[in-house]
């Protein structure tokens, strides 16, 4: 279906609504577009933490079982050297009495060898506590971070979706009724532009985009809306104050 020729003022009009528009639409995606990264790379964080949680869990574990060991060794040990006290009783020669004094001291050896290793144990028992205390802690943080950061989007989401919705429909509309050469160069000028501004208005006489001077003839010319004048350096669209909706002040 051929859309109906609007005059220049009206087509002026038309595209600087539709910037209206697709800025308000732009505004929305930036709005969401970087609380899911941020519920993304918490998740991820709070996962290294657990992991690393995880596996200090399982050496402290490790730590208890050796301990455990030397413990029961130890008490092994005691036991062996009792036995061969009573036996230092009933020796009958020397010999023995040497061969149960050497076993005696070395079973001594053999405790404070044990004791030893259960110290460096709980040594390295207290640093990996300290530290799982401190990844705990902060796990904690970053899940009470996290559920606020998951909550704020999940509010964005439910307040942007209608007037989102409701955009889109303004959009098509407001599309429908622009010639296509024009939404082109207005697509190809936006999308070249960092702060997406295709249409501008004058601003202290020059171009409310790249603000090069707008010769007085020139900003007559916008002035009149009998043509549309795009901006001789950047290529944006030049409208008018009345079009871009700014009330002009009072010259004093
Ligand atoms: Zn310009």
Do not use: W
């Amino acid at each position: 279906m051929a859309k109906k020729e609007l005059t220049v003022p009206e087509k002026l009009k038309s595209l600087y609504n539709l910037q209206k528009i697709d800025n308000k639409l732009k505004e929305i995606n930036i709005l969401r577009g970087e609380l899911p990264v941020e519920v993304q790379d918490l998740e991820d964080y709070i996962q290294g933490l657990e992991a690393r949680a995880e596996k200090v869990k399982i050496a402290l574990e490790e730590i208890d079982h050796e301990d455990n060991k030397y413990t029961a060794s130890i008490k092994e040990a005691e036991m062996l050297i009792e036995k061969y006290n009573a036996q230092l009783d009933k020796v009958k020669n020397n010999r023995e009495y040497e061969a149960l004094s050497k076993e005696i001291e070395m079973q001594h050896l053999e405790i404070q060898l044990f004791e030893k290793k259960k110290k460096t144990l709980s040594n390295t028992r207290q640093v990996k506590s300290e530290a799982q205390e401190v990844t705990m802690e902060r796990i904690k943080d970053r899940q009470l971070i996290l559920e606020q950061k998951k909550k704020e989007l999940d509010e964005i989401i439910a307040s942007t979706e209608a007037e989102e919705e409701k955009l889109l429909k303004k959009q098509k509309t407001a599309r429908n009724r622009i010639k296509d050469s024009i939404l082109d160069s207005y697509d190809r000028i936006r999308s070249t532009y960092k702060n997406g501004l295709a249409v501008v208005p004058i601003t202290r006489d020059a171009c409310g985009g790249c603000f090069h001077f707008i010769p007085a003839q020139t900003q007559l010319e916008i002035q009149l809306k009998k043509q549309i004048i795009s901006c001789e350096y950047c290529g944006r669209i030049i409208v008018d104050n009345e079009t871009a909706g700014i009330k002009t002040p009072l010259k004093v």
